[in-house]
T-cell receptor, first 116, second 112 residues
């Protein structure tokens, strides 16, 4: 049963601290997405990778957020320094694009981040 | 501005009835639209995709319609069950934009 995994599931930290979230996409998938979900804004795309290359990170605050894929089995999202307004649930999703213009996304369980 | 709207109020229905959820959009020409289900504390799960040139798509008890003139998609669950209780999200891909644009979701409660 292939699944996207994310760690940690919950993170409580103080303002100013660095936060690193990790994601293991489904083996064989070539696209990875990072989303942030809040009650007010819903799901917001932060960054998007295809074959490990960043294609779109326009939704991400560049001064404090960074996203990388050091290899095909690991995607990371870092926040440094963290702020209370970053409190949200962060989802990683993966998918397989083979040239067709549509595809479904498989989401991980999310990391619930609380910044105090 | 570009936006997607879903029923903000929770939908409560009786078991066995048909649930109908609405997704309206403005200022887009979607290439396709997707529906996802999200349970509390979990990530969204893909249910159905409907393309711009399709009027209707079915999967078991689920049916999605897509009216590009009305700029609306309807999501139906027939013979609803308490296990169908969840939040349902619609998302659309507009043209060459790589992003999916997401609605805030509608909460559905099916009462036994």
């Amino acid at each position: 049963d292939a699944r996207v995994t994310q760690t940690p599931r919950h993170k409580v930290t103080e303002m100013g601290q660095e936060v690193t979230m990790r994601c293991q996409p489904i083996l064989g998938h070539n696209t990875v997405f990072w989303y942030r979900q809040t009650m007010m804004q819903g799901l917001e795309l932060l960054a998007y990778f295809r074959n490990r290359a960043p294609l779109d990170d326009s939704g991400m605050p560049k001064d404090r957020f960074s996203a990388e894929m050091p290899d095909a089995t690991l995607a990371t999202l870092k926040i440094q320094p963290s702020e209370p307004r970053d409190s949200a649930v962060y989802f990683c999703a993966s998918g397989l694009v083979l040239g067709q213009p549509s595809y479904e996304q498989y989401f991980g369980p999310g990391t619930r981040l609380t910044v105090t | 501005s570009q936006k997607i709207e879903q029923n903000s109020e929770a939908l409560n229905i009786q078991e066995g009835k048909t649930a109908t959820l609405t997704c309206n959009y403005t200022n887009y020409s979607p290439a396709y639209l997707q529906w996802y289900r999200q349970d509390p504390g979990r990530g969204p799960v893909f249910l159905l995709l409907i393309r711009e040139n399709e009027k209707e798509k079915r999967k078991e008890r689920l049916k999605v319609t897509f009216d590009t003139t009305l700029k609306q998609s309807l999501f139906h669950i027939t013979a609803s069950q308490p296990a169908d209780s969840a939040t349902y999200l619609c998302a659309l891909k507009a043209g060459n934009n790589r992003k999916l644009i997401w609605g805030l979701g509608t909460s559905l409660a099916v009462n036994p």
